[in-house]
């Protein structure tokens, strides 16, 4: 599936309704390769490193468009916004992240 810097668009009782996640410019864009474990924190979050962890964890979420959900400048959006789904995804995928990135 290809993926350009146009939103698609689809309809909505009538109403056009364009998906955030599909543009390559949206905070909401998630690349295929994207999974639970693909941002490179080389030295997990062990109690002793979390200025050097913290670091590269916002370098990582800022290379990927994602630090604005974590930052809060991109607010959790109400029930019945069309983007709340896509939202939580991405809310999702940064738990998980962030959750791989922290030593066990």
């Known amino acids: 599936m290809a993926h350009n810097n146009i939103a698609s668009t689809n309809t909505n009782n009538?109403?056009?309704v364009t998906n955030p996640s599909h543009s390559t410019t949206s905070e909401y864009?998630?690349?295929?390769?994207?999974?639970p474990n693909s941002v490179p924190v080389t030295s997990?979050?062990?109690g002793s490193n979390y200025l050097a962890w913290?670091?590269?964890?916002?370098r990582a979420l800022s290379a990927k468009n994602m630090f604005q959900l974590v930052d809060r400048s991109n607010p959790v959006?109400?029930?019945?916004?069309?983007?709340?789904k896509v939202w939580?995804?991405?809310n999702i995928l940064i738990h998980s992240w962030i959750a791989y990135s922290v030593s066990s």
């Open 77 to 84: 959006h109400v029930l019945h916004d069309p983007s709340r």
């Open 44 to 46: 997990p979050l062990d």
């Open 88 to 90: 939580e995804r991405c």
């Open 54 to 58: 913290d670091r590269t964890m916002c």
């Open 29 to 35: 864009y998630v690349h295929p390769s994207d999974g």
């Open 14 to 16: 009538g109403t056009a």
